[in-house]
């Protein structure tokens, strides 16, 4: 049984580009959650999602991400016109279903250095 | 603000010993906590959890203790090994208004080392 998948691994993007971050969760797992940690800092939560609906952004940045969840394939956070303090590893993590943290299961993670 | 402080960067104890992790919260309204445990290039991994509703969990050789009076917690490794060498987070929820403790206030970890 796979883990929760996260691709790339290292995303290097200049000023100005867009990141695209992908997490596929564990088989059985519909409900997928965002982390976001700074250098330095512990992981910040950003945004829940289930199939198709957007739960709780109360993390995100008002600006420039976005995040989804489609009926097939992944979750996507999308960054749009990185800037350099974007520059953070951001973890996925999902879960079977809407209740116990712990039961959270997180990713290898993505590491985005913007340039 | 920091609702969550590890206070500790780091750690470094001699195998075979006692590790102690702590962890101090502001919200009064947390009522569970978490450790992972992170290594590098990895994503967490859930270590112990502790409702506010108890004052300790053990699990093997971890254990949790939560005062509520003094908004602290801490974890007790024992006997350490040099594979516990790692990044420890506490992490803490809320209940929110529909029942749900999702959403995980982190701290900003601590790093272990267990020496051989």
């Known amino acids: 049984n796979a883990g929760v998948m996260q691709n790339p691994r290292h995303l290097v993007r200049r000023r100005g580009q867009e990141a695209r971050l992908r997490c596929s969760p564990m088989?059985?797992?519909?409900?997928v959650y965002w982390y976001r940690q700074l250098p330095e800092e512990g992981l910040k939560f950003m945004v829940y999602?289930?199939?198709?609906?957007?739960?709780?952004e109360s993390g995100m940045p008002k600006e420039r991400f976005s995040a989804e969840f489609p009926k097939e394939g992944p979750s996507i956070l999308r960054i749009q016109q990185v800037v350099r303090g974007d520059s953070a590893a951001y973890f996925c993590?999902?879960?079977?279903?809407?209740?116990?943290?712990?039961?959270?299961?997180f990713g290898p993670g993505t590491r985005l250095t913007v340039l | 603000d920091q609702q969550v402080k590890q206070n500790s960067p780091s750690l470094s104890v001699q195998e075979g010993r006692i590790s102690i992790l702590n962890c101090d919260y502001t919200?009064?309204?947390?009522?569970?906590f978490l450790w992972y445990k992170k290594y590098p290039a990895e994503g967490p991994t859930f270590l112990i959890s502790?409702?506010?509703?108890?004052d300790k969990n053990e699990d093997g050789r971890f254990t949790v203790f939560l005062n509520k009076s003094a908004k602290h917690l801490s974890l007790h490794i024992v006997p350490s090994q040099p594979g516990d060498s790692a990044v420890y987070f506490c992490?803490?929820?809320?209940?929110?208004?529909?029942?749900?403790?999702?959403?995980?206030?982190f701290g900003k970890g601590t790093l272990l080392t267990v020496n051989p």
């Open positions: 993590a999902s879960s079977p279903r809407q209740i116990n943290y712990n039961e959270q299961f």
């Open positions: 502790i409702s506010s509703i108890k």
């Open positions: 088989k059985g797992h519909s409900h």
């Open positions: 919200n009064s309204m947390f009522d569970y």
């Open positions: 992490a803490a929820s809320a209940r929110n208004s529909g029942g749900s403790n999702y959403k995980l206030t």
């Open positions: 999602l289930q199939k198709e609906n957007i739960i709780d």
